[in-house]
């Protein structure tokens, strides 16, 4: 039997409601009891019948469900890899550390990145935060192809245990570092099926990204509510279509790259090699393979993949400043085609990383690096456009947002600052890049990814995180911060490469490295207060209500959890913040990119000049 | 749709004028041939929902002053659940570590992949339930 999604019961019902003081009912689920997947509101009519217990997980084709898989998976790869982070840090202490040997210390800076990068940043946004919320702020029941949606959820997590299995094969995991350079990612350098393992994980995940890609794509182009046109689209849903994109372009270069090395590495080829080629006057032919086309295949995906892991955070923090603001974004539109102008400058750039191996076009790829920064400017600017002149409200979601403004800033102009070729060919492959890459993604992935965490939390269970132990979180992770990073800056500076495991003792490296390291465990202490918020909400529930924020986005006109195919009525659409306008029927509409002080008047009912 | 396709249009016209900039430029095989399979990317399902966007016209999620109600009907057929997708991950997860830890474990990984395709398949025909 079709289980088909029928909205001939979506009019919303005539009463306006009135916000958070009234919200309706609460479907808050029982203490120790199910997560949203059973969701379901008495009476809706889609009573699902099918299998109980672990099979209901593993049979699930549910977004929600789908989407929690993907971020409690991502999170758990967020930890793994933040105590091997500590590991580094400890051996980095002093100089000459014998905590780990250089293999092991190879082998966990590789599978930090790795982890970081490829197993939770990327799946924590586009795999769980969007499959979760997406559908739920355009009025979908689900995601276009939730059969593929699940499938992509298991190349992920097969993917991740491949990953983690590199730990426990002989020779130990991947030592080349998460970019896999090739000829030291070639059999002859880095023999042992460490690397075959990690392959294999990312070819695995790379297939599970794709279709995550398609899928958001195809969800957001046809399963929109009417009314809820293109530029009606929240910020964050606007992202995601973006992104989506942006993993089309991206993901099959890194996953035919990837083939290309299995094969350099077991099938004799030599793509990646320089072995094998004709001599023609003592000079290599140019029809022989070329270690820089691995880089030129992996940066074309690892530019790209910067924007993958930030634009999704980008509409995360651009949903939660307007509501935490009182206020509409400021410059909808400035937004949207500043996303568009990030992602489709973000595939030109790809060279950057390259400017040292002196073979790429220096001007064209600085130029179009640089000119990253207007959009992204345009962005701040409409960040602070938002808050300006609005009634701020310092809740936790809004503190994370904040701090990722700071954190970006940072990252960005260090960022501006390496996409001139000669900085980075004084700073290139020193802890300054480190810094650098880590201010810009911790920004992005942790502190807008935890933003947005502590923001959709009360809607996917129904109850509250505790807001004083997330202030708690935020000040010490915000601390931690700037204390583990601002100092390898410097380091940088003063010379230390990176991917190092010992370092002399007489160049005044060493009080920089224990300044880090310090930070580094205040950051891990940050977040073992998380886990015990989530263990207090658990344990003791705080009801959430539908909209506990008086939020504007679709998602907050539903229950929390929703119920199955996420909709039993839907509000008229008639602005990108349709639950707003029906929770405040008499609020003064305020059109897009009206200028901040004559919003504060209209707001205030005084004259408009 | 006019949105939609002018947005993947734009990504082939931007890819195209980047790429030929980037040829003449530097003579680079690799870049080049990326930056024309990005502006590929673009024009080929841009200029399909081109087409449709001729011929549908704008869909009640395209008019800004469309009702719920205009939205009325069946949207799609949405599988409650379904263990294909397991079963189909799981033989994709064995047939490639089979690359690695021993080709023998690639008979079963064939197997689980060809099974969640007819499975797939007959639940689709049957109507998308277990």
Redesign the interface.
């Given at each position: 039997?079709?289980?088909?999604?029928?909205?001939?019961d979506?009019?919303?019902p005539p009463v306006p409601g009135t916000g958070v003081e009234e919200a309706p009912d609460l479907h808050l689920p029982a203490p120790g009891g199910h997560g949203p997947e059973d969701g379901h509101v008495a009476g809706h009519g889609h009573e699902?019948h099918?299998?109980t217990g672990i099979?209901?997980w593993?049979?699930?084709?549910?977004h929600k469900v789908i989407g929690l898989s993907y971020m409690i998976t991502s999170l758990v790869m967020f930890y793994f890899a933040g105590i091997m982070a500590l590991f580094i840090r400890l051996q980095l202490t002093s100089p000459h550390s014998s905590l780990l040997t250089f293999g092991q210390y190879n082998e966990l800076f590789t599978m930090h990145g790795s982890l970081m990068l490829y197993l939770f940043a990327g799946p924590f946004a586009f795999g769980g935060l969007a499959n979760y919320v997406v559908p739920l702020q355009i009025g979908?029941?689900?995601m276009?192809f939730?059969?593929?949606?699940?499938?992509s959820?298991?190349?992920y997590?097969?993917g991740s245990?491949?990953m983690m299995?590199g730990f426990l094969v002989a020779g130990g995991a991947a030592s080349f570092g998460w970019v896999a350079y090739a000829p030291l990612s070639n059999a002859t350098s880095s023999p042992g099926?460490g690397g075959?393992?990690w392959i294999?994980a990312l070819?695995?995940t790379g297939?599970s990204a794709i279709f995550t890609g398609v899928n958001l794509v195809a969800t957001i182009?046809y399963?929109?509510?009417?009314?809820?046109?293109?530029?009606?689209m929240p910020v964050f849903t606007w992202n995601m279509l973006v992104t989506g994109?942006l993993i089309?372009?991206a993901f099959p270069?890194l996953t035919s790259g990837l083939v290309m090395l299995?094969c350099d590495r077991?099938f004799g080829t030599h793509i990646f090699t320089v072995t094998g080629c004709h001599l023609v006057n003592g000079a290599v032919t140019n029809t022989c393979g070329s270690p820089l086309?691995w880089q030129?295949?992996f940066w074309?995906f690892g530019h790209p993949e910067v924007y993958i892991l930030a634009l999704p955070f980008f509409g995360i923090v651009t949903e939660i400043l307007p509501v935490f603001s009182r206020k509409p974004v400021f410059g909808y539109k400035g937004m949207v085609f500043a996303t568009?102008a990030i992602a489709?400058l973000s595939?030109?750039v790809?060279?950057h990383h390259m400017f040292t191996t002196g073979a790429?076009?220096l001007p064209?790829f600085s130029f179009l690096s640089l000119l990253i920064a207007v959009p992204t400017g345009i962005k701040f600017f409409n960040w602070i456009g938002t808050m300006w002149h609005g009634q701020l409200i310092f809740n936790t979601p809004m503190l994370f947002c904040i701090g990722f403004l700071l954190a970006f800033l940072m990252g960005g102009v260090t960022g501006i600052m390496l996409a001139s070729p000669p900085i980075d060919f004084a700073t290139h492959d020193t802890y300054f890049v480190v810094a650098h890459f880590h201010q810009v993604l911790f920004g992005t992935a942790v502190f807008a990814g935890f933003a947005g965490l502590y923001y959709w939390y009360p809607k996917m269970f129904g109850r509250m995180l505790d807001d004083k132990l997330g202030k708690w979180h935020f000040w010490l992770m915000f601390i931690g911060f700037w204390l583990t990073f601002m100092p390898q800056y410097v380091v940088g500076l003063l010379g230390m490469p990176r991917r190092v495991a010992s370092y002399p003792s007489n160049l005044g490296w060493q009080s920089y490295n224990v300044l880090s390291t310090i930070g580094a465990f205040i950051i891990a202490f940050s977040f073992a207060i998380l886990l015990w918020n989530l263990w207090k909400s658990w344990r003791k529930p705080v009801p959430a209500g539908d909209n506990p924020w008086d939020a504007h986005t679709l998602e907050w006109f539903t229950t929390s959890p929703p119920p199955?195919?996420n909709y039993t009525?839907?509000?008229?659409?008639?602005s990108e913040r349709p639950t707003w306008d029906y929770n405040h029927p008499d609020a003064v509409a305020v059109p897009h990119g009206i200028a901040a002080e004559t919003a504060s008047r209209a707001r205030k009912k005084e004259p408009v000049a | 749709m006019r949105v939609e396709a002018t947005i993947l249009l734009f990504l082939g016209v931007f890819f195209g004028i980047v790429g030929i900039v980037y040829w003449f430029w530097s003579y680079e095989d690799a870049g080049t041939a990326m930056l024309v399979g990005t502006c590929t990317l673009g024009f080929l399902p841009g200029s399909y929902y081109f087409f449709w966007h001729r011929r549908m016209g704008q869909r009640v999620e395209d008019r800004e002053d469309a009702s719920i109600a205009e939205g009325a009907g069946d949207i799609n057929s949405f599988p409650s659940s379904s263990i294909w997708p397991f079963v189909m991950g799981m033989g994709a997860f064995v047939t490639l570590i089979s690359l690695v830890f021993g080709i023998w474990l690639i008979f079963p990984g064939i197997s689980l992949i060809i099974t969640a395709l007819v499975g797939v398949t007959a639940e689709s025909r049957r109507g998308g339930h277990i």
């Open positions: 039997m079709t289980d088909v999604a029928d909205v001939s979506v009019l919303a699902d099918g299998p099979l209901k593993l049979t699930s084709t549910d979908a029941p689900d276009a939730p059969r593929l949606n699940a499938l959820y298991w190349l997590l097969t245990i491949t299995l099926i075959d393992v294999m070819v695995l297939f182009f399963l929109r509510a009417p009314g809820m046109t293109m530029f009606r994109i089309l372009i270069v299995f077991h086309l030129n295949l074309f568009m489709a595939t030109g790809w060279a790429v076009l064209f199955h195919h009525h839907l509000p008229p659409i008639r | -």
